[in-house]
């Protein structure tokens, strides 16, 4: 069974941030599949699919490896 899990992450402005972003995200246990809907600059929604219930602080921690915050998604 796949769950899916949508965040919104703040600062990412190109493609090289969606693939920071994707490669650490891709490292937590259980992640299949990243997709990211890039807004440059804005928020931008990234949608994770994983065979795991996954940790939401794990995922924040993954986004700021990357460089990234995770925020709510009215902010």
Known sequence: MSHTTTINVSGMTCGHCVNS???ELTGL???ENVAVDLHAGG???VTI???LTLDPQEIGEAVAEA???VV???A
């Open 67 to 69: 460089g990234y915050l």
């Open 49 to 51: 699919t994983s065979s």
């Open 43 to 45: 928020i931008s929604e």
């Open 29 to 31: 246990k259980g992640v």
């Open 21 to 23: 972003v994707t490669e």
């Open 72 to 74: 709510a998604a009215n």
